[in-house]
């Protein structure tokens, strides 16, 4: 057992207590009230450091058409990042009258950029043919930013759903990604989370003493409403610098 470096529920209790003074004060916070601070600090490292809070994960989706929403229940999703997904995923797609009239002019006449043909992106000269991987990429490239269409991924906390728009129009697999809370276990440890849980628990504590006064080791003295207070100055330049520590985002929540 770790009281300085805890990964454990039972740790990150005792380490709170020792922080407050335990054993030499008698420090008046109850188990339960420290698992709601310990959780409750957890969950807004999560939600607000996307640095240490979270990891960045890869997963795939099958996206329904006329179907918007997708419901992933708790599966520790905290925001979403960005998707996958294009129109022309469907293989219906590939043989529709623009894509094959593109094909015919971008790789059968060779009208790709530096090809043969004498499109506006080519050299001149006769029809070419398909050569190379490069050539495919420039040409699905291209493909995609005339027939694709671009589509935006949220997840709505309150009913967790993945959230698609525009609606998609035909049956598809999206790569999703998202945003997941990292363990509890693993930010135990973490000095921000250590010390915003003492804050709290400080405000807990000073809370229930109320006007009643306790001694410290040093002989001095507080009442409850100043260990309270001394809590919430602490509480907010502990969460003002997890913020600030927090990478930039630029995903949509619900």
Same mark, same amino acid.
């Given at each position: 057992?770790?009281?300085?470096?805890?990964?454990?529920?039972?740790?990150?209790?005792?380490?709170?207590?020792?922080?407050?003074?335990? !054993?030499?004060?008698?420090?008046?916070?109850?188990?339960?009230?420290?698992?709601?601070?310990?959780?409750?600090?957890?969950?807004?490292?999560?939600? *607000? +450091?996307?640095?240490?809070?979270?990891?960045?994960? +890869?997963?795939? %989706?099958? #996206?329904?058409?006329?179907?918007?929403?997708?419901?992933?229940?708790?599966? $520790?999703?905290?925001?979403?990042?960005?998707?996958?997904?294009?129109?022309?995923?469907?293989?219906?797609?590939?043989?529709? &009258?623009?894509?094959?009239?593109?094909?015919?002019?971008?790789?059968?006449?060779?009208?790709?950029?530096? $090809? !043969?043909?004498?499109?506006?992106?080519?050299?001149?000269?006769?029809?070419?043919?398909?050569?190379?991987?490069?050539?495919?990429?420039?040409?699905?490239?291209?493909?995609?930013?005339?027939? $694709?269409?671009?589509?935006?991924?949220?997840?709505?906390?309150?009913?967790?759903?993945?959230? #698609?728009? &525009?609606?998609?129009?035909?049956?598809?697999?999206?790569?999703?990604?998202? *945003?997941?809370?990292?363990?509890?276990?693993?930010?135990?440890?973490?000095? %921000? =989370?250590?010390?915003?849980? =003492?804050?709290?628990?400080?405000?807990?504590?000073?809370?229930?003493?109320?006007?009643?006064?306790?001694?410290? &080791?040093?002989?001095?003295?507080? +009442?409850?409403?100043?260990?309270?207070?001394?809590? *919430?100055?602490?509480?907010?330049?502990?969460?003002?610098?997890?913020?600030?520590?927090?990478? &930039?985002?630029?995903?949509? #929540?619900?």
């Amino acid at each position: 057992m770790s009281v300085t470096r805890p990964v454990t529920l039972s740790e990150m209790r005792q380490h709170i207590l020792t922080r407050l003074g335990h !054993p030499v004060v008698n420090v008046e916070v109850a188990e339960q009230q420290l698992d709601i601070i310990i959780s409750d600090t957890v969950q807004d490292f999560n939600r *607000y +450091n996307y640095g240490d809070g979270v990891d960045l994960v +890869n997963t795939t %989706l099958l #996206v329904s058409a006329g179907v918007s929403e997708y419901y992933v229940g708790d599966s $520790g999703i905290e925001a979403a990042y960005d998707i996958g997904l294009s129109s022309m995923g469907d293989i219906n797609a590939l043989f529709s &009258p623009t894509h094959l009239l593109l094909y015919n002019d971008f790789v059968n006449n060779g009208n790709y950029p530096g $090809g !043969p043909g004498n499109g506006m992106y080519s050299f001149g000269g006769g029809g070419g043919m398909l050569t190379s991987y490069e050539i495919m990429g420039e040409y699905m490239a291209q493909a995609n930013q005339m027939l $694709g269409t671009e589509y935006v991924v949220k997840y709505n906390y309150s009913n967790q759903t993945l959230v #698609v728009t &525009p609606t998609p129009k035909a049956c598809m697999i999206a790569t999703v990604k998202l *945003y997941c809370r990292a363990d509890a276990e693993r930010l135990y440890n973490h000095p %921000l =989370v250590k010390k915003i849980a =003492v804050a709290r628990a400080k405000i807990q504590w000073g809370l229930q003493l109320g006007k009643y006064t306790i001694t410290l &080791p040093d002989g001095s003295t507080m +009442n409850g409403f100043e260990i309270m207070n001394r809590g *919430y100055e602490e509480e907010d330049k502990w969460f003002e610098q997890m913020r600030a520590e927090s990478e &930039p985002t630029d995903f949509f #929540v619900g």
